[in-house]
DNA sequence: ACCTGAACACCGTTCAAGT
DNA sequence: ACCTGAACACCGTTCAAGT
C-alpha cells in the first residue's frame, strides 16, 4: 500500500535549523567529504533542491553547521584573569571545532559569524580590552588570535585525518633539513593540543608585554 | 593543409617542471579556479591524462607549482639578528605567496616540501636556534610560525580576492559586536602587511622572553 | 609499451516543466 | 505559486581501446 520511500521530506518540516543539525551529525560520522547538498539532502530524505529554499548556497550551508558546532561551550568566568579567560576560550573553541570533524575544515577557513560564533568574539574582545590594550591593538590581537586558532585546527583536522598528512611531514622535513639534526620524538606532536598550548603562550606574552610598555 | 590546432603537445616536451610553470603563470592570470587538470591541459595543448605521466594526481601537481611559487624570494643575510632574520623569511615569504594569487590558496593549506619550501624551513630553524631555544621549543615555534603565516596568507587571498570576504566581515562584527563600539578606520586591514606584522612581533616578543628566561 | 580519449562517478546549480 | 527533477556545465580519475 505505501510506497518504498515516501517522497517529500520524510522527518517532518524542514528547516534551516533542522537542516545544519541533520548535516552536522552526518559529518561527524562521515567526515568532510559528506558534506555535499547531495548527500546532506539523501540524509534527511529530500530533493538537493529543496535545501536551496533555504540557503543561498552550499557555503551559506556549511556556515550554519559551523556556527552550530560552536554551540557546546563552556565560556570563561569574567572575573579570572584575561589571561586565563584568552586560553581558555580558544582552547574550548579548538575542542569543539575538533569535536566535529565534517565541518572543521570549514570552520578553520571560514570564522563563523553566526550566533555562537559573533558571542565567542565578544568574548575575546573583552578579554583583550581589559588586560589594557587600545582599540587599535584590541582589533589586532583579536585577528591575529583567530588566525593563529584557524590554522590550528586546520592542523589537528589535517593531522587527525587520512593519509593526507602534510604537517606532521613538513615538521619531519625541517626537522631532517636542519644540520643540528634535531631529534623526533619528546617534541609536541603536530596539531596537538600542546603545540597549541605553546603558540597561544607566545602570543599571551607578547600581549603581556604590550600591555606593561603602557600601563592604564 | 595544417590541422585547426595540431594534436599533442604544441609547445615541447612536456616535463614536471614545464607543467608547474605553465599551471603557475595560467593561476597568475585566471586565478585559483584555472588550477582545474582539464583547464591547465587545455592551456598545455594537451591531453589531460598526459599530466598523470608526470604527476601522481591533482595535488602533487598543485604541490609541485605551490614550491615554485617560492622560488624568487630574498633569503635574510646570515649576520642579522634574529628576530630581524624571522620578521624578513616571514614576509618575503608572504609576499611571494601572493604575488601568485592561483596558487596561494595551496599554499595557505599545505606547506611546499619541494626544494624552495625546504630551504626557507632550513633558514627559520637556523633563525630560531641561533635565537637560542632548545631543541623542542625550536620545532615547536617553527611549527607555530608556519601556522601564522599560513593563516596570514589565506586570510590576505580572500581580502585581495572577489566579494568572499569572510575575514573582513568577522573583524567588523567583532568590532560591531563589543560593547566599546571600536572605530572601523584607522585599523590595520584585515590581511594588510601591518596587520601580518603586529602578530609576528607578538610572537617574536614571546619568543624574546623565552630566550631571556634561560639565556644561553 | 605507450598514449589517447571515452566513460565513470561524482559535483553545485539552473531552469523548464509539472502540480 | 510552489515544488520537483531533469539537465547543464563542470570536476578528478579510471580504463579499455587504439597505435
Same mark, same amino acid.
Given at each position: ?35 555535499? *547538498? ?86 575575546? *574582545? ?77 602570543? *599571551? ?12
Amino acid at each position: 500500500m505505501v510506497k518504498s520511500q515516501p517522497k517529500g521530506t520524510v522527518r517532518g518540516t524542514l528547516s534551516p535549523a533542522s537542516i545544519a543539525a541533520s548535516a552536522l551529525k552526518l559529518g561527524d560520522q562521515e567526515g568532510p567529504e559528506a558534506m555535499a *547538498i547531495r548527500r546532506i539532502a539523501a540524509q534527511l530524505g529530500c530533493d538537493p533542491m529543496a535545501l536551496y529554499r533555504h540557503f543561498a548556497n552550499r557555503v551559506a550551508l556549511l556556515d550554519a553547521v559551523a556556527d552550530l558546532a560552536l554551540a557546546d561551550l563552556a565560556l570563561p568566568d569574567d572575573h579570572d584573569p584575561w589571561e586565563d579567560r584568552l586560553r581558555s576560550l580558544l582552547t574550548e573553541t579548538r575542542r569543539a571545532a575538533l569535536a566535529h570533524p565534517g565541518i572543521a575544515p570549514h570552520i578553520a577557513a571560514r570564522p563563523p559569524l553566526g550566533p555562537h560564533g559573533l558571542r565567542i568574539g565578544r568574548v575575546l *574582545i573583552e578579554a583583550l580590552r581589559q588586560a589594557g590594550l587600545d582599540d587599535r591593538q584590541t582589533v589586532a590581537a583579536s585577528q591575529v588570535l583567530i588566525a593563529y586558532l584557524s590554522s590550528a585546527i586546520a592542523m589537528a583536522v589535517a593531522t587527525q585525518g587520512r593519509r593526507d598528512d602534510r604537517w606532521s611531514e613538513a615538521a619531519q622535513a625541517v626537522r631532517d633539513s636542519s644540520e643540528h639534526r634535531l631529534p623526533a620524538d619528546a617534541m609536541p606532536a603536530v596539531g596537538s593540543v600542546d603545540q597549541f598550548s605553546f603558540g597561544l603562550d607566545l602570543l *599571551i606574552d607578547g600581549l603581556r608585554a604590550r600591555v606593561r610598555d603602557r600601563p592604564r
